[in-house]
């Protein structure tokens, strides 16, 4: 079968690391390009971040640096859950810089999607400021995408906010523009990565599983997404697994809005599921996850890669 080619749009990220490592070592998943974005960390950190993992992984992926702000609002990182570099923890080799491209995110994403024979499937696991500056500029590639499947939002509470989810609430008027693209759009939220834990028996595992498990040990040692005692949230790693294992989860077609004007809900996604909104759907939202699945697939696809 012919691999489903994607485009990962990411702020690496100690979560991001992992979910990106998932891609590149899938045999269903063909990682044409990698863009990044201010989120997790600054820009620059979360590139150099990305061109270290591809050096760490000996994968030639190009990197595209995006957005080094959100649309509207001054960035306000998550430094506290990923610490100050973004991946820090581990000591990796010298980022592969040849592998930057010249070309920034938004027009490197139109050239691959415009250039690709078979439609491009979006992966922001970021806030997701690049993608909503893809639309705005060149609406056309929309006819060449074929779903956009993200990490972010929720269908309870948030991370950033009471009633917001970091990758969405750091750039909220990105959000709305990717929901109401009219693209087929499905939303993996905090809410399910909730659910999507690595526990301290998994990770005693993980650290067995060759380069990649040892890497990832040292970093879930410093990753306050949860704890390592009781669980890590692998929250990105949850829109791979739509891609790559959507069994594992329970999934509503809905509408989805982005609250912006809300003095205390900004940023939140207003998941419609009993439709008091009269909207058709735009939106297919993960609501569960099977959380055993999840560790399961979760550690097979781990010790897939090197
Ligand atoms: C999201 O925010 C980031 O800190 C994680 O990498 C993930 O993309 C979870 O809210
Ligand atoms: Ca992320």
Same mark, same amino acid.
């Given at each position: 079968m012919a691999k489903r080619p994607v485009i990962i749009d990411t702020d690496p990220g100690i979560d991001d690391a992992l979910a990106i490592a998932i891609a590149l070592f899938s %045999?269903? +998943? %063909?990682? /044409?390009l990698i863009t990044t974005t201010a989120g997790n960390v600054s820009l620059e950190n979360v590139t150099n971040n990305a061109l270290k993992l591809l050096s760490f992984f000996g994968k030639d992926v190009p990197v595209a640096a995006g957005a080094p702000r959100p649309l509207i609002e001054p960035l306000v990182d998550a430094s506290n859950v990923h610490g100050v570099t973004g991946m820090e923890g581990f000591d990796f080799p010298?980022? /592969? $810089? =040849? +592998? +930057? +491209?010249? =070309?920034n995110a938004v027009n490197a994403m139109r050239r691959v999607i415009m250039e690709s024979e078979e439609p491009i499937t979006l992966v922001p696991i970021a806030p997701m400021t690049n993608i909503a500056l893809l639309f705005s500029m060149y609406p056309e590639v929309k006819g060449n995408i074929k779903e956009i499947v993200l990490m972010g939002g929720s269908a309870s509470r948030g991370n950033k906010g009471v009633m917001s989810e970091f990758n969405v609430a750091t750039d909220p008027e990105a959000a709305k523009i990717v929901f109401d693209s009219g693209l087929p759009v499905a939303m993996a939220g905090l809410d399910v990565g909730w659910n999507a834990l690595v526990y301290p028996q998994d990770s005693e595992k993980i650290r067995e599983m060759g380069k990649t498990g040892d890497m990832a040990y040292c970093l879930f040692k410093k990753?306050? @997404? @949860?704890?390592f005692g009781t669980g890590l949230k692998m929250y990105d790693s949850c829109a791979m697994a739509y891609l790559?294992?959507? !069994?594992?989860f329970t999934i509503e077609e809905t509408f989805v809005d982005i =609250?912006?004007? @809300? !003095?205390? $809900?900004?940023?939140? $996604? *207003? *998941?419609d599921l009993k439709g008091y909104l009269k909207k058709a759907p735009n939106a297919k939202v993960? $609501?569960?996850? %099977?959380g055993d699945k999840f560790r399961e697939w979760f550690l097979d696809s781990v010790s897939k890669c090197i």
């Open positions: %045999d269903e +998943l %063909d990682v /044409k010298e980022p /592969k $810089t =040849e +592998l +930057l +491209l010249k =070309e990753y306050r @997404g @949860g704890s790559l294992c959507p !069994e594992m =609250e912006l004007r @809300g !003095e205390m $809900t900004r940023g939140c $996604t *207003v *998941v993960c $609501t569960a996850i %099977d």
